[in-house]
């Protein structure tokens, strides 16, 4: 059975942001952390997805990274967009894997799937489907999306953009895009600009512009100052409502309606109330409006459930050990996100905590330099 002093559990930028921290500012050796996730190497899933899109820049800017170094980008590359100068998607995936690289954590990759885990004399054991590990310190870095969500009104027919089944490239002939967020605008653009795609944008809200998914103030004293006073209902609320879920940056919509301007999209706001698919294949949505579209796809981007990540496991752990919740199943944390001895968590698991920016790479960074600190203590 394999020890290590710290076993990370989830393998996307969480976890491999607290894994770079705590080798470059813990100073804890390679061979102490582990990794376990059930995919074949780290940010799988944040990889599939943003290509999947082709998302050709990030979100968020230049000094958010897996690296505790804010000018690690700048100083690897040059490929920015606009005065945040956000990143390409590919400058960044590859200096995140140069990071994992130079920090030796190639060989603390455990690729299963966690299905229990315990206390131990020494700190924890975890139990995957083919593997237990030993460890001294726990950090639970599961994906915050990892549950996508279709609307009722659209099953069984429509397809969610993350199902990793789905394949843009292969959308022909008319398609229907359900949502307003980035993830829609940008699968829209993807095939818009494709020869035998014929596709509409089908928003229920007017589309919102953002340049990031949480206000930049959340990552400063005086918002968390804020935030920190506040008992965790009216926290679970501010998070609902300073999330910029479903909007998008503004190059992004000016694409949008410059492609609408061209012929190539239709943008329309209205919701699907029902869907229908016909003897010929065709989907037909009926909308609010009373009208109906009709499509050979449909392709829901529409965000992910708001369970607990991990739930299928953690919800035992949390019952076998009275772990503190607050109402809305989230865990109660120290400030240094642990949330009982020698068990730490980050991304959507600590967002009661490290407040609306928690489930992005900015978070992840914030989230990891609280670890560490403990971690040196």
């Not at 690690?72 to 606009?82: A, P």
């Not at 995957?128 to 950090?139: D, F, H």
């Not at 022909?172 to 494709?194: D, K, M, W």
């Given at each position: ?36 996730d059930?995919?074949?190497?780290p ?8 290509e ?28 920015f ?44 054991k ?22 996508p ?10 397809v ?19 949502g ?14 494709q ?13 919102q ?15 968390m ?5 506040m ?105 240094s ?35 560490v ?5």
């Amino acid at each position: 059975m394999k020890h290590v002093s710290w076993l990370i559990v989830g393998g996307g930028i969480q976890g491999m942001t607290a894994a770079v921290h705590l080798r470059r500012k813990a100073g804890i050796p390679a061979d102490k952390i582990a990794v376990i996730d059930p995919h074949a190497e780290p940010l799988a899933v944040w990889k599939e997805r943003t290509e999947k899109i082709r998302m050709p820049y990030l979100r968020s800017s230049f000094v958010h990274h897996l690296s505790p170094d804010p000018l690690e980008l700048e100083k690897r590359g040059d490929s920015f967009l606009g005065r945040y100068k956000r990143p390409s998607r590919s400058m960044f995936y590859n200096t995140s894997m140069d990071l994992l690289h130079e920090a030796g954590l190639q060989n603390s990759w455990i690729q299963d799937t966690v299905v229990k885990a315990e206390k131990s004399k020494d700190g924890w054991k975890v139990y995957g489907n083919n593997t237990i590990v030993s460890t001294t310190n726990l950090l639970l870095a599961p994906g915050g999306g990892s549950k996508p969500i279709i609307p009722e009104a659209l099953q069984p027919h429509a397809v969610h953009v993350y199902d990793p089944a789905f394949d843009p490239a292969a959308v022909t002939g008319r398609a229907i895009v359900v949502g307003g967020g980035i993830s829609a605008a940008h699968t829209a653009v993807f095939l818009a600009e494709q020869a035998d795609a014929e596709p509409v944008l089908l928003h229920r809200r007017p589309l919102q512009v953002s340049q990031f998914d949480s206000d930049p103030g959340w990552l400063g004293p005086k918002r968390m100052q804020a935030f920190s006073r506040m008992d965790d209902r009216s926290r679970r609320t501010c998070l609902h409502q300073e999330r910029r879920t479903g909007s998008m940056t503004r190059e992004l919509l000016f694409k949008l309606r410059r492609m609408e301007r061209a012929g190539r999209l239709t943008i329309l706001q209205d919701e699907a109330v029902s869907s229908t698919r016909h003897e010929d294949g065709m989907i037909e949505l009926a909308l609010s409006s009373g009208c109906s579209l009709q499509a050979e796809t449909v392709t829901a981007c529409t965000g992910f459930s708001r369970e607990l990540p991990g739930s299928s496991w953690l919800k035992p752990l949390i019952e076998a050990y009275s772990l503190p919740c607050a109402d809305c199943g989230y865990p109660k944390l120290s400030p240094s996100l642990m949330w009982t001895d020698r068990l730490y968590v980050t991304g959507a698991l600590a967002e009661l905590e490290i407040g609306p920016s928690a489930r992005n790479i900015a978070g992840a960074q914030r989230a990891a330099r609280r670890i560490v600190e403990s971690a040196s203590m």
